[in-house]
Nanobody, 127 residues
């Protein structure tokens, strides 16, 4: 049984930083693309970033480039999302996801391509 457990969310002031973690179990972690999505109230789930199995290829939504960094530690079965220069519009529930998604631009950005999702962690950016 595949499980993804996010952690690290919380309340942060505008301009601040947070690091989210997603611990995976029940799968051969090092073989899978890992993605991060977010969903704000009343909005659709939005692609944030993804990383291929080796960590050598990373994909970012345009609005996150330069502010967010995805990384993974295959020895720990964990993927990370380092977020900096946070803005109020970054407020959302952040989800990690994985599955048989191809490491291609169109595929990693599409929620339906992912088979497994975590429960999400709330990030609130507010003064």
């Amino acid at each position: 049984q595949v499980q993804l457990v996010e952690s690290g969310g919380g309340l942060v002031q505008p301009g601040g930083s947070l690091r989210l973690s997603c611990a995976a179990s029940g799968l051969s972690f090092s073989m899978y693309v890992m993605g991060w999505f977010r969903q704000a109230p009343g909005k659709e789930r939005e692609f944030v970033t993804a990383i291929d199995w080796s960590g050598s290829t990373r994909f970012y939504a345009d609005s996150m480039k330069g502010r967010f960094t995805i990384s993974r530690d295959n020895a720990k079965n964990t993927v990370y999302l380092q977020m900096s220069s946070l803005k109020p519009e970054d407020t959302a529930v952040y989800y990690c996801a994985t599955g048989r998604v191809r490491a291609q631009v169109a595929a990693v950005r599409t929620p339906a391509e992912y088979d497994y999702w975590g429960q999400g962690t709330q990030v609130t950016v507010s003064s």
